[in-house]
């Protein structure tokens, strides 16, 4: 059935009901009363990361059907834009943003960095990461599982959007936003800025170790090295 890609269709489907969760608040909610607040997001990060495994895993278990081939140049393009990618993940989850993921406490609207050149930062980060990947992975499986990704980490910025302003209030949300956009660098057309906070500067360097991380890991734990379009 499916060709031999019932297994990854599955997979994805449990990934996306799971990534349903956290903007239903009910649920969310009702979990936690369960749980436990540090029970909860233990919990959701190790399931998470279990589903993402076995998505990888279907992903290389399925069927190769060749939708373009392999070539250097866009294993150049993932190589160069994957430190921004990394970058701009980590800034998603270290520096103060009460509208996005990630922490909320101490935003400064006077010095907005990475949120001043986009209001998601971790999303956008994921979004570069698929969006990248795609260019050098051709086989259909890992077309749409970089493409859905990189569909799920766009759309969700609009999600987010919306539970921000149902949770701050459309009043509050517009004032926080003001000098933001889902597309970069537009927010500094509307009167943003992205002066940096010490914040932002733990994002970039530690942004950057992850790529290091990343480079070092990847021949490891996928055969493949991240640079091989450089040789």
Same mark, same amino acid.
């Not at 970069?184 to 170790?209: A, E, I, Q």
């Given at each position: 059935? #499916?060709?031999?890609?019932?297994?990854?269709?599955?997979? #994805?489907?449990?990934?996306?009901?799971? $990534?349903?969760?956290?903007?239903?608040? @009910?649920?969310?909610?009702?979990?936690?009363?369960?749980?436990?607040?540090?029970?909860?997001? #233990? @919990?959701?990060?190790?399931?998470?990361?279990?589903?993402?495994?076995?998505?990888?895993?279907?992903?290389?278990? +399925? *069927?190769?059907?060749?939708?373009?081939?392999?070539?250097?140049?866009?294993?150049?393009?993932?190589? $160069?834009?994957?430190?921004?990618?990394?970058?701009?993940?980590? +800034?998603?989850?270290?520096?103060?943003?009460?509208?996005?993921?990630?922490?909320?406490?101490? %935003?400064?609207?006077?010095?907005?960095?990475?949120?001043?050149?986009?209001? $998601?930062?971790?999303?956008?980060? %994921?979004?570069?990461?698929?969006?990248? $990947?795609? %260019?050098?992975?051709?086989?259909? +499986?890992?077309?749409?599982? %970089?493409?859905?990704?990189?569909?799920? /980490?766009?759309?969700?910025?609009?999600?987010?959007?919306?539970?921000?302003?149902?949770?701050?209030?459309?009043?509050?949300?517009?004032?926080?936003?003001?000098?933001?956009?889902?597309?970069?660098?537009?927010?500094?057309?509307?009167?943003?800025?992205?002066? *940096?906070?010490?914040?932002?500067?733990? /994002?970039? #360097?530690?942004?950057?170790?992850?790529?290091?991380?990343?480079?070092?890991?990847?021949?490891?734990?996928?055969?493949?090295? *991240?640079?091989?379009?450089?040789?």
């Amino acid at each position: 059935m #499916f060709g031999g890609f019932g297994n990854l269709i599955a997979a #994805f489907v449990v990934f996306l009901i799971l $990534h349903s969760i956290p903007p239903m608040q @009910s649920v969310k909610g009702y979990l936690i009363s369960v749980l436990g607040k540090r029970g909860y997001y #233990f @919990s959701y990060s190790i399931v998470s990361l279990a589903v993402l495994v076995w998505l990888i895993r279907e992903v290389w278990a +399925a *069927p190769y059907v060749e939708i373009w081939p392999y070539e250097a140049w866009a294993a150049r393009t993932t190589a $160069h834009v994957m430190p921004l990618a990394t970058i701009v993940f980590m +800034a998603g989850f270290l520096r103060s943003n009460p509208l996005s993921i990630g922490p909320s406490h101490g %935003f400064d609207k006077t010095r907005q960095g990475f949120v001043g050149i986009v209001r $998601h930062p971790a999303l956008w980060g %994921f979004a570069l990461w698929a969006g990248a $990947h795609l %260019f050098a992975n051709g086989s259909l +499986a890992e077309v749409l599982f %970089f493409g859905g990704l990189l569909v799920l /980490s766009l759309a969700g910025m609009l999600i987010v959007d919306r539970r921000k302003k149902r949770i701050l209030g459309t009043e509050v949300w517009k004032d926080l936003s003001k000098g933001t956009s889902n597309i970069p660098f537009v927010g500094l057309f509307l009167g943003g800025n992205c002066r *940096p906070t010490l914040k932002d500067g733990y /994002s970039l #360097f530690v942004g950057l170790m992850l790529f290091a991380v990343a480079i070092y890991l990847h021949p490891i734990l996928l055969g493949v090295s *991240p640079l091989s379009g450089f040789y």
